[in-house]
């Protein structure tokens, strides 16, 4: 500002009560005076009211707008991970018998760990929860410096966006061991009812439809013929007392969990990872 040569002008201005203990405050916080604070005050309404590069009502309205419509969209995402992470940790429950000792569940480690898996993802949605709350809180209190706020919120958003990242791989590896599980599951429990059903026509071995070998029935835990690998699909008692048992092959019924867990929400969740991923390649090589 270009001086005209005179000395710094003095003047003595009344403030209301609850203004002066503002004044107190912010005097206390900051190491200073009450005149330093007025006059650092006055500086910046001269400044704000000078400087054609800071921004305007309409840009603040406009970034606020930006942010609530961010937060909106991640809230919605977070809950939808979040439910799905509980629809997983329920399922897993359901099935996680620990003191059950028949083979087809699987073992308290692995289900321990799974769970504390499912906590730790929990915790981090509700960690995101409360970030996203406190961010939605400073943008409503306003902006007292523009700039530090700026580089704050493109911390947080970055912050998120990298959490929003950890939540989407966390869930895919939780939904692809529950589809290993349920698949070892299953091939134990058609195993089972293979066995069953030997049991019912009194079969202890038969051979294999595909290669002719014979099976120990009751030393299968998978249905595939131990051979040749072929898929069995039941058996049959033999026609003749000079023939022998039949294990049929092809493709077992199915059996409850066995179709894909995929659907929009898997793709969604990989849609999200491989793009917050892309974005930090993307920065990486900038």
């Known amino acids: 500002m270009a001086s005209d040569g ?21 005097a206390t916080r900051h190491g200073s005076s009450r005149e330093a604070i ?33 937060r909106e969209e991640f809230i919605d995402h977070v809950e939808d991970v ?15 018998l620990l003191e059950h000792d028949h083979e087809r569940y699987a073992d308290a480690e692995t289900v321990e760990a799974l769970e ?13 929860d409360a970030s996203l709350q406190t961010l939605a809180d400073r943008v409503d209190e306003g902006f007292d410096n523009y700039e530090t706020i700026l580089d704050e919120l493109a911390a947080d958003l970055e912050l998120v966006s990298d959490r929003s990242t950890v939540l989407a ?20 429990a058609a195993a089972d009812e293979l066995k069953l059903a030997a ?17 120990d029935i009751s030393l299968l835990t998978t249905p595939t013929c131990p051979h040749c ?13 000079l023939g022998s ?7 077992p019924p199915a059996l409850p969990g066995d179709s894909d867990p995929g659907g929009p929400q898997r793709e969604r969740l990989e849609e999200a990872a491989e793009v917050d991923t892309g974005s930090s390649n993307e920065e990486s090589h900038d």
């Not at 005050?41 to 930006?66: C, F, M």
């Not at 979040?82 to 996680?96: C, I, M, S």
């Not at 690998?229 to 007392?241: F, K, Y």
Request: proline share 1%; charged share 30%.
């Open 6 to 26: 005179r000395e710094n002008d003095t003047m003595t201005v009344s403030v209301p009560p609850e203004v002066g203990d503002w004044l107190d405050e912010q």
């Open 38 to 70: 007025c006059r650092q005050l006055l500086k910046g309404v001269r400044d704000v009211s000078t400087d054609g590069d800071l921004a305007d009502a309409e840009e603040l309205a406009s970034l606020r707008a930006h942010v609530e419509a961010q």
């Open 82 to 96: 979040r439910d799905r992470v509980v629809q997983v940790k329920r399922e897993v429950d359901g099935r996680a």
């Open 229 to 241: 690998g072929a898929s069995i699909a039941d058996v049959e008692r033999r026609s003749s007392i």
């Open 169 to 188: 791989n966390a869930v895919l590896d939780l939904r692809d061991t529950r589809t290993a599980m349920q698949a070892r599951a299953n091939r134990r």
């Open 245 to 251: 048992h039949t294990l049929v092959t092809g493709e």
């Open 199 to 215: 049991n019912r026509l009194d079969v202890r071995s038969a051979s294999c439809a595909d290669c002719g070998s014979g099976v």
């Open 116 to 128: 504390s898996t499912i906590d730790a993802v929990v915790a981090d949605v509700e960690a995101i």
